[in-house]
């Protein structure tokens, strides 16, 4: 493993860290951040963070990266399985879009020039979860030092989730009380 990329992932947490923690930072902008760097330091096409509520079954996509608007609207991979895995706190590998049978829309997959995926779950809270998904054009066979640097980008996207819920209830609060 090359030092270079270990002080690449290193940075790139920190600055993830500090946009969290900066009170002005939209959330938005902070997943933004997170998925570009997801797909950017390895080497994937593109990235996305959806979020599943409790009660629902709709996998809303809260921030994405490289990825064209028809193929996120596509359902190219089986929701009702995903929600199980998600659920479940499964790590999903898709190497072979073309042969595994997870995949509805291969031909969207296609289109989009896309070929494998990793996805990682996670819980933002009791009733929220999240998958981030790192998307590539090739066959992927991840390492260890990916794996780890995506499991610290997913935790630090629920972090910054919650923080943004923690500071809305607090603005509805300060309103309420007329401060």
């Given amino acids: 493993m090359e030092q270079g990329l270990i002080d690449s992932y290193f940075f790139a947490l920190v600055r993830v860290i ?3 923690y900066r009170d002005d930072e939209d959330l938005g902008d902070v997943l933004y951040f997170i998925v570009s760097l997801a ?8 990235s996305t963070i959806r979020v599943l509520e409790h009660g629902t079954f709709d996998l809303k996509v809260v921030s994405s990266y490289g990825l064209s608007k028809s193929y ?11 929600i199980t895995e998600i659920l ?7 190497n072979d879009f073309e042969r595994d049978p997870r995949i509805q829309d291969r031909e969207a997959a296609r289109k ?11 819980t933002v809270n009791e009733t929220t979860y999240s998958i981030l998904r790192v998307y590539y054009s090739s ?17 630090l996207s629920c972090l910054a989730i ?12 300060n309103w309420r009380e007329g401060r």
């Fill in 162 to 173: 919650e923080r943004a819920a923690i500071s809305k209830m607090r603005a509805a609060n």
């Fill in 112 to 122: 989009e020039g896309l070929k494998s995926v990793i996805g990682l779950p996670f």
């Fill in 88 to 94: 479940q706190g499964d790590t999903i590998i898709i």
């Fill in 39 to 46: 797909a950017e330091l390895t080497g994937a096409k593109g």
């Fill in 139 to 155: 066959r992927k066979i991840p390492r260890h030092d990916e794996m780890e640097f995506l499991n610290s980008l997913g935790k």
């Fill in 18 to 20: 500090d946009a969290i």
């Fill in 72 to 82: 996120l609207e596509s359902g190219a991979i089986d929701r009702g399985k995903s």
